[in-house]
């Protein structure tokens, strides 16, 4: 028998770290190449991690909640004296997850499998074995649903029954598209229930600290129940740590300014209510926000140094300007503030801007937004109406120029000529890289954005 240590790999983010989430295996467990061994929170996304070989699982060498470095041994396996090399079994233990030159990377075992997603690129395949089949998927599967394992996992954990799904597939299956177009069209931010108070006042947070002094003997010890009962220390990692170091990097490299004006969105409001019963529209998810997506993208072709970006290099400092949108969606989710985006926004009708919205609430929702999802943006809107604000001054999220705030929208008395009528009223705001842009600038493409919230059929120029 041989026995095999995985290090945890760099999963091709650059990132030095990830926390161990879950296990999902526990010792003696068999495992087969591709089995999912653990999941992974790193900055911006949870990965799972399948295992190169098979055999029987030894040590669970992290526990759930750390932190460890790459390149750092998570687990080790078993495997039998029939699958293992004579040179393996004089050779002792093997380590997994380590190159040469001591940077991690994936072992390949017998068979020509690969640890996926690290493998040898081009010809590694999943050979990671199908779960157990639910009653659920029986009675779909009853009634002639054709859709991959991938899509028939995604349509539980968006809560979809898979036969209630028009399939729109070339060979008549199921797509991802079909899925998250019959899915709930939930939004990112949602209202839950305010939480009571937990019975326990106090929760306490093991972290390593030298041991306190003995206490003189004179002195009366106080109950550890009255240590800290008003407060409570909470670890900042993953998600939370990526985000606080990319707004302070941009809150002081960046000189940030703000400027925002008020504007009557009714019409706006209208088209809105029209799409929504236009056969056109009929399956996708319309909301204000896709106008002012529409109208950023409209902007930023008028103003087009708003999608610019400072960047240092050897030979001094530049603006790069960008000739096409990655549009940024900040989203609350569950894992933290998420900024995924939509590439090549410029490129979409209003109807696949609606869809691609629409995709990445769903997915933002879930906490599932890839790295990828989230590198290259060029400009973003945060939403901050939806939690009842009218305006806030935003920091720019890193690599951009700019940013733009929507506020609430809700009736007010408004001024139309000469009289106050009632309005959907809201409030945007734009904070930009002083660097980059001027207030002009900024303050002619806030002043577009507010244009097209009033009359939409300039989108039409």
Known sequence: MSTQTFLLPDVGEGL????????????????????????????????????????????????????????????????????GTDAAASAGPSVVGQSEHGAPAPAEPEGGAVLVGYGTGGHAQSRRRKPAVTAQERVEASVGVVAKPPIRKLARDLGVELAAVVPTGAA??????????????????????????????????PVATPAPAPAPATTTPRPVAELGEREESIPVRGVRKAVASGMVQSAYSAPHVSVW?????????????????????????????????????????????????WVDTADGAQIRLRHYVNLGIAAATPRGLLVPNIKDAQDLSLRDLARALEKLTLTARDGKSTVADQQGGTITITNIGVFGMDAGTPIINPGEAGILALGTIRQKPWVVDGEVRPRYVTT?????????????GMSRFIADVASILEEPALLLD
Do not use: Y
Not at 175 to 204: C, G, K, L, M, Y
């Open 16 to 83: 030095t770290e990830a926390e161990i989430v879950s296990w999902r295996v526990a010792p003696g467990d068999s495992v087969s190449v591709n089995d999912v061994l653990v999941e992974i929170e790193t900055a911006k996304s949870l990965v799972e991690l399948p295992s190169p070989f098979s055999g029987t699982v030894g040590e669970l060498l992290a526990a759930e909640g750390d932190t460890v470095d790459v390149g750092t041994a998570i687990i080790t396996i078993t495997a039998p004296a029939a699958q």
């Open 172 to 205: 008549g299956e199921v797509t991802r598209d079909d899925v998250v177009r019959h899915a709930s069209q939930a939004s990112v931010f949602r209202n839950i229930e305010t939480p009571e108070w937990p019975a326990e006042r106090e929760v306490t947070i």
């Open 261 to 309: 004006t008020d504007v009557d969105a009714t019409r706006t409001m209208e088209l809105v209510r029209r799409l929504k019963t236009s056969p056109d529209f009929a399956d996708v998810k319309v909301s204000p926000l896709l106008i002012v997506a529409r109208a950023v993208i409209w902007a930023v072709r008028r103003t087009p140094m708003v999608n610019a970006a």
């Open 428 to 440: 945007v705001a734009g904070s930009f890289d002083h660097r980059v842009i001027d207030g002009d």
